[in-house]
C-alpha cells in the first residue's frame, strides 16, 4: 500500500504561480500512473493531469492546459504539479492520486481508476 501527501498548497494572487509536491511512501510510485484532481468548494472532484509511469506521457484538462504542468521524479518518489499564471477558479483543494498498473504509458483520468488518494491541499487565489 502506498501513502500519498500533498504540500505546496498555499494563498497567491491570480497571475502567479504555486508547485505542489505528491510525497509517496510505502512503496515506489514508480508502478502507479500518477494524476492530480481538485475540488472547489460546492463543486464534485475534477481532473486536473496525468502522468505515465514513466513521465513520458501526460494530459490535461482543458481548463489547466498550457498554464500547469505535471512531472515526476520516480527516484524521489515524488509527483509535481507546477500551476503558472493561476486564475481565481483555480481556487481548490488539490488531490493527487495512483492507479497501479503494468503499462508504463497508461494514463489515469477518472476518479474510479485511482487505487490510493492524499489528503488534498488547499489552493487559494486571490484577486
Known amino acids: 500500500q502506498v501513502q500519498l501527501v500533498e504540500s505546496g498548497g498555499g494563498l497567491v494572487q491570480a497571475g502567479g504561480s504555486l508547485r505542489l509536491s505528491c510525497a509517496a511512501s510505502?512503496?515506489?510510485?514508480?508502478?502507479?500512473?500518477m494524476a492530480w484532481f481538485r475540488q472547489a468548494p460546492g463543486k464534485e472532484r475534477e481532473f486536473v493531469s496525468t502522468?505515465?509511469?514513466?513521465?513520458?506521457?501526460?494530459a490535461y484538462a482543458d481548463r489547466v492546459r498550457g498554464r500547469f504542468t505535471t512531472s515526476r521524479d520516480n527516484a524521489k518518489n515524488t509527483v509535481y504539479l507546477q500551476m503558472n499564471s493561476l486564475k481565481l477558479e483555480d481556487t481548490a483543494v488539490y488531490y493527487c492520486?495512483?492507479?497501479?498498473?503494468?503499462?508504463?504509458?497508461?494514463?489515469?483520468?477518472?476518479?474510479?481508476?485511482?487505487?490510493?488518494w492524499g489528503q488534498g491541499t488547499q489552493v487559494t487565489v486571490s484577486s
Open positions: 502522468i505515465s509511469r514513466s513521465g513520458s506521457s501526460t
Open positions: 510505502g512503496r515506489t510510485v514508480s508502478g502507479y500512473a
Open positions: 492520486a495512483g492507479m497501479i498498473t503494468s503499462s508504463t504509458n497508461r494514463l489515469v483520468s477518472r476518479r474510479g481508476e485511482c487505487d490510493y
